[in-house]
C-alpha cells in the first residue's frame, strides 16, 4: 500500500526563521511529487511540482527536493513570515494516469 | 482567468437525502478530480475525469459518483447520505492527462453537513 507520511504534523517558529518539511513515501517509483498550502476552511494551492527526473525546484522562498532512493521529499521556507502560517501536504502521483496520494500534513504556524 | 468554481459554498443536508455538487474547471482544463477532506481520514481521492471518462476511482461506496460534461465541467452525487459524510468536498482541475508536468488547481470547497 503506498502511504505518505509528514513530519511533523505542527510545528510552531518565530518569524524570521528558515525551516524544513519533512515528507516520506513508502513506493519509491514516483512520477511526480506535489507541495500544496492550504488555508484554514479553504481549497490547496500548489506550491512547486517536481518531475521524477527532477532533483529539486524553487520559487522565492520555497525550494522543494526530491530524493527518490531514500522515498523523502523537504520543502524548506527561507526567511519565514507570520503569512506562511498554514498547512503544507506532499503528494506523490505514481504514474502519469494514477490518483494523487496525499500526506497528513504539516500545521506551520509563525509567531510575530 | 478564472480559478475553479465550486458551488454551493455551503451544504446542510439530512441522513437519507441525496446531494449534487457542481464544479467549473479554469477555461482549457480538461481534467477534473474530486477529494474528500475529514479532520479524521484527511484528503482522500474520489475520482478523477477526463474528457467524460473517468479515469480513477477511489475507495469510497457506489452512493459516491460523478460525472463530466462536454463542457468539462462536472457533478459529484452522494446518495442516501450519512452523518459520515459531512466533509469538505474538493474539486482540482489540470491541463490535461497524462497530467505530466501540470499542477493542479484547487477550487475553494463545498463545505457539507450531514444532521
Redesign the interface.
Known sequence: KQEVTQIPAALSVPEGENLVLNCSFTDSAIY?L?W?RQDP??????LL?I?SSQREQTSGRLNASLDKSSGRSTLYIAASQPGDSATY?CAP?YS??????????TRLSIRP | KAGVTQTPRYLIKTRGQQVTLSCSPISGHRSVSWYQQTPGQGLQFLFEYFSETQRNKGNFPGRFSGRQFSNSRSEMNVSTLELGDSALYLCASSFSLPAGTEKLFFGSGTQLSVL
Not at chain 1, 476552511?41 to 500548489?46: D, Q, V
Not at chain 1, 502519469?96 to 500534513?105: N, V
Open positions: 511526480n506535489q500544496f476552511g479553504k481549497g490547496l494551492t500548489s511540482l518531475q501536504l502521483r502519469s494516469a494514477s490518483k494523487i496520494i496525499f500526506g497528513s500534513g
